[in-house]
């Protein structure tokens, strides 16, 4: 197989593979975690100030007291890449494109020279992130393959796109074509493990705070 035909079976049947894949299993872990059921809570409301689900998607999304000091590296990284990645994924044009050639959607995006600089700021993060996690010896005791593991399948689309926009190493149907891969791989792991959360994590803080609430503590 040749650059161009490894090009077109992962703009054609990969693609198709993977978007498949990623729909199959995003429906059916949503499907697993809103069909769990929950037992009635009889106990009597007792409602507080500042208590509800919306406090704490708010609350939670900011770091708590005296944590920004203690690990600048995990919460400011953290914001800068997860803004980042976002920028890059919905305001880059060739993104846009592919998105309104799958759904029909567009929008106007950011220039090149923008999205090149988000690029570079969220892979800087993203390494800073790693260089914390294996320097400091809770976080690499606590971590296991899978934070590894969704490190690299989430920091290896953004590499192979800023390295195919700037003709790096390879030629450049080569590192699209490879980029393109590495997307398709992100696609089909995201729903089976903890990137998940890029779908549950403000519906769970929400259930959690409403939870909570009823009992009248904020959390």
């Given at each position: 197989m040749n650059e161009l035909q490894f090009l077109t079976w992962v703009r054609g049947p990969g693609l198709d593979i993977?978007?498949?894949?990623?729909?199959?299993?995003?429906?059916?872990?949503?499907?697993?975690?809103?069909?769990?059921?929950?037992?009635?809570?009889?106990?009597a409301p007792r409602r507080a100030a500042g208590a509800s689900g919306l406090h704490t998607v708010f609350r939670r999304s900011l770091p708590p007291p005296g944590m920004l000091k203690r690990s600048p590296v995990s919460y400011i990284g953290g914001y800068i890449f997860h803004i980042g990645l976002a920028v890059i994924v919905f305001l880059g044009a060739p993104h846009i494109m592919l998105i309104a050639n799958l759904t029909g959607l567009s929008w106007p995006g950011l220039p090149a020279q923008i999205i090149g600089l988000a690029t570079v700021m969220t892979m800087a993060a993203m390494l800073a992130m790693l260089v914390d996690r294996i320097n400091k010896p809770a976080k690499r005791f606590l971590s296991t393959f899978e934070d590894w593991f969704t490190w690299a399948v989430t920091f290896l689309p953004v590499l192979t796109g800023w390295m195919a926009v700037q003709h790096l190493l390879l030629p450049y149907t080569t590192m699209l074509a490879l980029h393109i891969l590495s997307v398709e791989i992100l696609l089909i792991v995201l729903p089976f493990t903890k990137l998940f959360h890029v779908f549950t994590l403000f519906g769970s803080r929400w259930y959690n705070g409403s939870a909570n609430a009823r009992k009248g503590v904020p959390v």
């Open positions: 993977a978007v498949g894949i990623f729909l199959l299993g995003t429906v059916w872990r949503l499907f697993e975690i809103y069909t769990l059921g929950r037992g009635k809570d009889l106990a």
